[in-house]
């Protein structure tokens, strides 16, 4: 599970920052391979619920903690920092949080306990792995709106800070 989450973060880190940097089908591609290493996180995150005795304790805590992140980060991203340097500069700071996120992995266990007596963990077959595919492509797609937005409000008249608006407001309503 730690070597699952850290290829995740870092490969996270290596695209989001290639991300600033590309357009066309090659981000398009970038933001698959983002979805991908979410939606290996979230795999491993319901991994641990599944193990958890009171999972929708740790499951409100998660989203109190993840949505007050986002409405600051989204907050802190239109104020600032997407004035300074643009989706480049929001990919470049994802980069960062990714690898930040590398040096909490270490925490990490290496393996979760066994949750059903007999039956070892194992990477996830048929529907499991639809599931996690599609979970994966839903994230990529959410990341690769996330690029697209501020050239469309600016392709639309509308200015950038029209895009960066939607963008803190898309995130706080998640």
Do not use: D, K
């Amino acid at each position: 599970m730690l070597w699952t989450v850290a290829i995740a973060l870092a490969a996270m880190a290596m695209v989001n920052l290639a991300t600033a940097h590309l357009s066309g089908i090659a981000l398009l591609g970038a933001r698959v391979i983002a979805g991908m290493g979410t939606g290996a996180l979230s795999w491993i995150w319901i991994g641990l619920l599944a193990r958890h005795p009171v999972p929708a304790r740790l499951c409100a805590i998660f989203i109190l903690i993840q949505s007050s992140t986002l409405v600051l980060l989204s907050s802190l991203f239109s104020a600032y920092l997407f004035e300074l340097g643009g989706a480049r500069a929001g990919y470049m700071m994802l980069a960062a949080i990714n690898g930040m996120s590398l040096v909490a992995a270490a925490l990490l266990p290496r393996r979760y306990p066994v949750a059903v007596a007999g039956i070892e963990p194992a990477l996830p077959r048929g529907r499991g792995l639809a599931e996690l595919a599609s979970m994966s492509l839903f994230f990529a797609g959410i990341m690769a709106l996330w690029v697209s937005v501020v050239p469309q409000t600016i392709h639309a008249g509308l200015g950038a800070g029209v895009g960066r608006s939607a963008i803190s407001i898309g995130l706080a309503a998640q």
